[in-house]
């Protein structure tokens, strides 16, 4: 069971240029989303949350949109630039009554900035 | 500089011939998590550590043991590694339980078992 969708393996868009990724959720208790990026060879890297009693996290190029009545989010990323051509996975943090943690990964989105 | 590392970066081993993939953190963090990266699956937790002596299993466990003895260090053990462990795997470390979303990742090992 998927609790965490990214639908989309690829996007390719022109520098300059708007990226959209999105995101699909199923289990209603997540109270974090998270966008993580990473490149070739390196370990994922933190980009941006966004807390689920919000719906919208700007921090510089980057902002991420949380729509909870449809579970999904999306990452905008305006303008594109070469340098974001890296796979970025969505990911939901889920604390348990138990109190454990865990952090549950899309597969992810290969985005490419064509100059 | 704050950093998470892994050791070894890329290995290749047998079946059945234990293994250990060290993970340490120089950020004080409370929180400790290793992960596997597959092709069309994304991460998927395997372990996690909430504090030292805490542990808990993530979602792919099986085959897998790790130990918090020490804040810095959690260790992922393959104690009978087979071919379908290989995989890239990353540690990671989030700042402390309430905070436990916003994770920082080792660089990764490659491990290939045959």
């Known amino acids: 069971d998927q609790q965490v969708k ?12 708007i990226s959209i990724l999105n995101c699909d959720y199923t289990n209603s208790m997540f109270d974090y989303f998270l966008w993580y990026k990473k490149y070739p060879a390196e370990g994922p890297t933190f980009l941006i ?19 909870k009545s449809a579970k999904h989010l999306s990452l905008h990323i305006v303008p594109s630039q070469p340098g974001d051509s890296a796979v970025y996975f969505c990911a939901a943090h889920l604390r348990s009554q138990g109190g454990s943690e865990k952090l549950v990964f899309g597969k992810g989105t290969k985005l490419t900035v064509n100059p | 500089e704050a950093q998470v590392t892994q050791n070894p970066r890329y290995l290749i081993t047998v079946t ?13 963090h409370e929180y400790m998590s290793w992960y596997r990266q ?34 810095r260090n959690f260790p992922l053990i393959l104690e ?22 916003e994770q920082y990742f080792g660089p990764g090992t490659r491990l290939t078992v045959t």
């Open chain 2, 80 to 101: 009978s590694p087979s071919p379908n462990q290989t995989s890239l795997y990353f540690c990671a470390s989030g700042k402390d339980s309430r905070k436990a979303y």
């Open chain 1, 6 to 17: 990214q639908n989309s393996p690829s996007l390719s868009v022109q520098e300059g240029r």
């Open chain 1, 49 to 67: 949350s966004i807390s689920s009693i919000k719906d919208k996290n700007e921090d510089g190029r980057f902002t991420v949109f949380l729509n």
């Open chain 2, 16 to 28: 059945g011939k234990k293994l250990t993939v060290t993970c340490s953190q120089n950020m004080n």
């Open chain 2, 38 to 71: 597959d092709p069309g699956l994304g991460l998927r937790q395997i372990y996690y550590s909430m504090n030292v002596e805490v542990t808990d299993k993530g979602d792919v466990p099986e085959g897998y043991k790790v130990s918090r003895k020490e804040k």
